[in-house]
Structures are given as structure tokens and as C-alpha cells.
């Protein structure tokens, strides 16, 4: 029975995992990024704050976590180019606009500036997955590839910034008009 | 001598300003957003906390001053309406460059994001002259010219944010080929 006794002190981490990111969310949505603190975080998990610690070393690498768990899974990219990137940028909008994501999303980027460690961390286990999607399947630059998801998740957060409000559908389509001239 | 009693404890209330603007930049640049209280401005400032909070209710009202300061004058705009907004986009991407500029700019959207009275000051005070000059500039609706701000400041911070520097000046290009797409 010794072997089992750490596990049976807590839950599976799979299950910890998705409690604590569905806290990190609610705790951003209701008290904003600067509020949702990992003390908070750790009460709405029904978790101790050492807990979380022991996984995620800060609140930026646990807010990365979060958001890939969000952003999971990668939608499909079909043949018609346009097409695809239309519907990729729609189906981001349509994430950030999802509770506690476009905050937690605007709050690590406003860390980040200052921050080398989170921009590493942003950098390699955030955007590059995508990049690398993103670059096979266009066969472009990556400087093209990295303006593109800088304009596009730029301009949600900025809205939702300004707003506090997701991105209308018609600004989207506008948006997606626009960026599309990146590839052509 | 009486009346002279209040101002005579202080410095002019220009030279204030001037102090607690360059203080709070100085403060953002070394500290990060979050780390730049107002404690930690008031004593780089040389003031005392309670006069900061006289003159501005909250740390975002404070920022939002800076970057007003920051970003005036605006530059005159031309008669070649191209030329004349790659000007106004090359303006914009080398004053989020200046020190705590962009890391000011960065964390007051994401403070926004749920902060009422933060998006009221940040949309009245801060965007809407912007606005209106651009608006009466181009004779394009409000909802293209706010996409427009959206995009340029946006993409510009999201840069920021992933690499902590300002956009190179071959990506401002890019962005501004793009972004003139909006007009066409």
C-alpha cells in the first residue's frame, strides 16, 4: 500500500490540472489579472498555494498553462488558404472572447515586457507550436508568420482592452480582409 | 504672506507634473508595470504619496497622464494621405519604444480589461482626440478608424510583449502596407 500514498493524499493531476485551470480562468474573469492571485487561484481550486507552486514556479508560467489548455486543440488548417486563415482567426477571436481568457491573455503580455523569463516561456511554449504550424502551411517568412499573429492577437486584446468586450463579427471580418494582404 | 502658504510648501504644479510623469516612466521601465506602485513613483518623484493621490485618483489615471504627456503634441498631419499615416504609424511605433513607454501603455489595456472606469478614462482621455483628428483627416467611418488604432497599437504592444523590444523597422513597414489596406 506504501507506493499509492502520495497519490491518494490529492487527485489524479489530470483532474488537479483541469480544476486548477478552470479557477485560474473564473479567478481573472472576476478579480482581473492583477487580482487572481495564486493564493486566490489556489482557495477557488480547492487547492493549497504550495500545490501550485510545485507545478508552475509563477503565476505567468501557470497562466501559459492555462491558455494552452484553452487554445487546445490547434483547429484543422483546410486547402483553400484564405479560407483557412479566415476561420483560424475567427476561431481565436472567438477563444479570446471566451471568460477570463482575453484577460489572462492581455495580463501575461503586460508581464512579459518586463519580464525575460515569461518572454521565453510566452515565446517557446505559446507561439512557436503555431508558428510552426503556421509556416509549413504557408510556406512563408517567419517574419511574415510572426507580424500576422502579432496583428491579429494584438488587435483582440487591444479591443477587448478598449472595450472590455470581445471583437464584433463584423470588425473581425474587417480585421481578416485586412491581414490576409500579409500573404498576398 | 498667508496665501502664498500652500504653494510655497510645494514646487509649481507643471514641474510636479513634468517630475511624476519622468519618475512614473523611470518606475515602469525599471520595475515592470505591476511593480511600479505608487509608492515606489511618489518617492522617485520626491512627493509624497497623498499629493500623487490628490491629483490622480488611481495609478491608472496616473499612467494615462503620462502617455498623454508622452504622446503630445501629435504630429501634424499632411495633404498625401498615405505618406501622411505611414508618418503617424512611424510616430506611434517609436514613442512605444521610448523607455516605459510601451510597458505603460501594455499594462494599463490589460488593467482595462476589467476595470470600468479605466476603459471610460482610457477611451475619453486618451482615444478620442486621436479619433476625432483621424476621423475628420480621412472622412472614413468611426468603426474603421477605431480598427485602424486597434491595429497599429496593438500589434505594436503584442511585440513588445513577446520580444521586450520595439518593432524593427522593416516590420513597421510590413504594418503600415497592411494597414493602409483598411482605406483602400
Do not use: C
Not at 500514498?5 to 492583477?34: H, K, Q, W
Not at 479566415?86 to 503586460?110: C, I, T, Y
Request: charged share 20%.
Amino acid at each position: 500500500m506504501q507506493a499509492s500514498t502520495s497519490s491518494s493524499a490529492g487527485r489524479p493531476r489530470s483532474d488537479l490540472n483541469a480544476a486548477v485551470f478552470a479557477a485560474t480562468l473564473r479567478m481573472v474573469d472576476e478579480l482581473g489579472y492583477a487580482g487572481a492571485t495564486m493564493d486566490r487561484i489556489a482557495a477557488a481550486a480547492g487547492t493549497a498555494k504550495t500545490t501550485l507552486y510545485r507545478r508552475w514556479p509563477s503565476k505567468g508560467a501557470l497562466i501559459i498553462d492555462t491558455l494552452l489548455d484553452a487554445f487546445s486543440p490547434m483547429p484543422a488548417l483546410g486547402q483553400d488558404r484564405p479560407a483557412a486563415l479566415a476561420q483560424a482567426v475567427r476561431w481565436l477571436a472567438a477563444k479570446v472572447g471566451e471568460p477570463g481568457v482575453g484577460a489572462a491573455f492581455a495580463g501575461v503580455f503586460s508581464d512579459a515586457v518586463n519580464d525575460a523569463a515569461l518572454r521565453e516561456l510566452l515565446s517557446t511554449r505559446f507561439q512557436e507550436p503555431y508558428l510552426i504550424v503556421l509556416k509549413d502551411y504557408l510556406g512563408e517568412s517567419e517574419q511574415r508568420i510572426v507580424l500576422f499573429i502579432d496583428v491579429i492577437t494584438g488587435t483582440l486584446l487591444h479591443r477587448m482592452g478598449m472595450t472590455g468586450r470581445p471583437m464584433a463579427d463584423a470588425d473581425v471580418e474587417a480585421m481578416i480582409a485586412m491581414v490576409l494582404s500579409l500573404f498576398e
